[in-house]
């Protein structure tokens, strides 16, 4: 657990960078600083390892206050991932990995077997031990960073915008793991972003901040979305919070319809006879594979023993998991859908049923009630 | 006009063959005034060297240091060499260090610049790692800013070299020795040519070769530049480190859509349901497998 007790970092220009800060960081846990530039937030972060002393109040790890602690000593026993991964050029990837083992005088052996199973641990290929951090691409060197920042197993996890100078494909896939790997880890993190959608997207707790170095609010991220406690946090998260706060609901609580979706060999007037009224229907092969979409409108042109399948068919858009996809993916997937409807699938990629605008929009008022 | 050229060429190889030594006499010959310029000029480098890299740790270091020193060496860089070789005589008559304590001043001067600059280059994020993996200041210095400055430094040490071997000759004129002396009495005082040739190409000559040499070590020390100076090798060894990861998600940033970017695309809004992250377990490589 980290305590800031009044915590303020004033500097001797008047600038107040951290004002008076009071914040409890539960062990086990990613606690998110977000806020704009100048908000103190990495300050903040800078000083439960002392890389920033405060002026005033202070930081207590586990109840013991950091200024009690050898900097050198206490930086050890805290990993620390910093944007652009500050890697050290003249060493190969192992040995960066290895720096904190090293200085801990593990040896040069055990440091390196460490750094080998912590290459795995990221997603690195052992080939790429010899290389040096400028052959790699920005994401790898941002895996070599965390690695680094765990080699010597410390039980906080300190990130500055780790994953703010990748692009955002790359930065998607690097917060996947980062949740995937703290889901095995249960470190204590505080990662620094400026960023709403990852500090919503990785914390479990979210503390905004705002210029000035003051904590404007500090919640779960789902009561940060639901509840901004002022003008200053509303206009942070962004206007679009409610859609973003469908995140937290699991589109499985939805109730599918089934009777619209027919094989691709049903014929056009049977599935037409048996549509009530519905606009749209959906079709699948055998295997209930979706296949496109095809309107009432159609099937009362064609033939009546036309099979589904030989029509031109609406393209379906993209789907969504049932079992593990959130209110938002199947509201995304029905507002992109040309029928206005989404296509709900199981694991396996079979269609379990379509959800239409209106059903979707019932279902979003009753949760977020 | 040619043959004539080459005739001179030929007399003047002749000249410095037969004056290469003179067994019996070790002080007469080319090889003793070549071994002698050997000395003077690495000595003063090496001695210029040792001064140098503590001088600019220190200014690297300690900010307000660094102007007026830089000021104080230039100030001694502005006095011609020859005036300090002869300031220095009645101190140390006509040994060795007359030559190199002036030289290694020079080599001072070029080099300083170099040291800080390339101390002040190293990127701040690898400064600020350093410090939050807990290196103290002294072990930051000595494990991570100066190696990762040894190319800058190693840049000035080339400058420094060759201006330095060109410097000796200069010392020949106080009578310390050196291929300078070749030119200087052997050749401008009896109006004859082929020493003052002779004295030329060999101090030529030793530059380049030592040149040659701090490249060497300079691609020795500092594998990790390699492929960094020229803008063809690096692209080339960015693919070739992509290519093998295959999944990773850094090489599909290269490419537009790869199956990453349509993994990123379908998670874009997984579902996170109280405490802990509510993650499908996606098919491809993840930190924890």
């Not at chain 2, 002749?14 to 690495?42: F, I, Q």
């Not at chain 2, 008559?93 to 080599?107: M, N, Q």
């Not at chain 2, 071997?165 to 004859?192: E, K, N, P």
């Amino acid at each position: 657990m980290i305590t800031f007790e009044g915590a303020a970092k004033l500097y001797p220009d008047g600038t107040v960078a951290v004002d008076d800060l009071h914040l409890t960081v539960e062990t086990g846990q990613t606690t998110v600083f977000v806020g704009p530039s100048g908000s103190g937030k990495t300050t903040s972060l800078r000083m439960i390892n002392r890389m920033v002393e405060p002026t005033g109040g202070s930081v207590l790890i586990d109840g013991q206050d950091v200024r009690r602690r050898d900097p050198a000593a206490l930086r050890r026993s805290i990993g620390y991932v910093i944007q652009q991964a500050g890697l050290f050029p003249h060493r190969t990837v192992r040995d960066n990995i290895a720096t904190v083992p090293l200085l801990l005088g593990w040896g040069r052996a055990g440091a390196r077997a460490r750094a080998t199973e912590l290459m795995e641990l990221v997603g690195l290929e052992p080939s790429q031990a010899r290389r040096y951090p400028h052959q790699l691409s920005g994401g790898q060197q941002q895996r070599v960073g965390v690695a680094r920042a765990l080699a010597a197993d410390p039980p906080i996890l300190l990130m500055d915008e780790p994953f703010s100078a990748v692009d955002p494909v790359v930065r998607a896939s690097l917060q996947d793991e980062l949740l995937r790997l703290q889901e095995d880890l249960h470190k204590t993190i505080v990662f620094v972003t400026h960023d709403i959608d990852e500090a919503v997207r990785l914390g479990d707790r979210i503390a905004v901040f705002r210029p000035g170095g003051r904590l404007a609010q500090y919640d779960s991220p789902e009561r940060l979305l639901a509840a901004p406690r002022d003008a200053f946090v509303e206009s942070f998260v962004g206007y679009d919070r409610g859609v973003r706060r469908l995140s937290f609901f699991p589109a499985r609580e939805l109730s599918l319809r089934e009777d619209v979706v027919f094989g691709d060999g049903t014929a056009a007037g049977t599935a037409a006879a048996s549509m009530r009224g519905e606009p749209w229907a959906l079709v699948v092969t055998d295997d209930r594979v979706p296949l496109g979409w095809v309107g009432a409108g159609q099937l009362a042109r064609v033939p009546a023993d036309t099979a589904l399948g030989s029509l031109g068919l609406a393209p379906y858009g993209h789907t969504f998991a049932v079992g593990t996809d959130s209110l938002r993916a199947a509201l995304d997937a029905a507002v992109l859908s040309p029928a206005g409807r989404a296509v709900g699938v199981d694991a396996a990629g079979r269609v379990v049923g379509v959800v239409s605008q209106d059903d979707l929009g019932t279902a979003l008022w009753s949760v977020t009630e | 006009m040619i043959a004539e050229a080459w005739d001179w060429a030929a007399r003047v190889t002749e000249w410095g063959v037969a004056n290469w030594s003179h067994p019996g006499e070790s002080d007469r010959g080319v090889l003793p005034r070549l071994t002698e310029h050997m000395r003077l000029a690495y000595l003063s480098i090496l001695i210029g060297l040792v001064l140098a890299l503590p001088l600019g740790l220190a200014c690297a270091r300690w900010r307000p240091l660094y102007p007026p020193v830089l000021t104080g060496v230039n100030v001694l860089y502005s006095v011609p060499s020859i005036a300090l070789f002869f300031l220095m005589l009645p101190y140390t008559g006509f040994s060795d260090w007359t030559a190199v304590v002036p030289l290694a001043l020079y080599t001072l001067v070029v080099l300083l610049p170099n040291v800080v600059d390339g101390l002040r280059q190293v990127p701040d994020h690898v400064r600020q790692a350093a410090v939050a993996m807990g290196f103290g200041p002294l072990r930051r210095l000595v494990y991570v800013e100066t190696p990762v400055a040894v190319p800058v430094i190693i840049a000035g040490l080339r400058v420094a070299s060759v201006a330095t071997i060109s410097m000796v000759s200069v010392a020949s004129l106080v009578g310390l020795g050196g291929l300078g002396q070749l030119i200087l009495s052997d050749g401008f005082r009896r109006q004859f040519d082929a020493p003052i040739v002779v004295g030329i190409v060999l101090t030529v000559l030793l530059a380049f070769v030592t040149d040659a040499v701090l490249v060497l070590a300079q691609r020795l020390l500092t594998p990790w530049t390699r492929g960094d100076g020229g803008g063809a090798a690096r692209p080339r060894r960015r693919r070739r480190a992509a290519v093998p990861t295959g999944a990773d998600a850094a090489s599909a940033s290269a490419g537009t859509v790869g199956p990453e970017a349509a993994d990123a695309a379908r998670a874009r809004y997984p579902v996170r349901t109280g405490r802990g992250p509510g993650y499908t377990a996606e098919e491809g490589r993840s930190w924890t497998s």
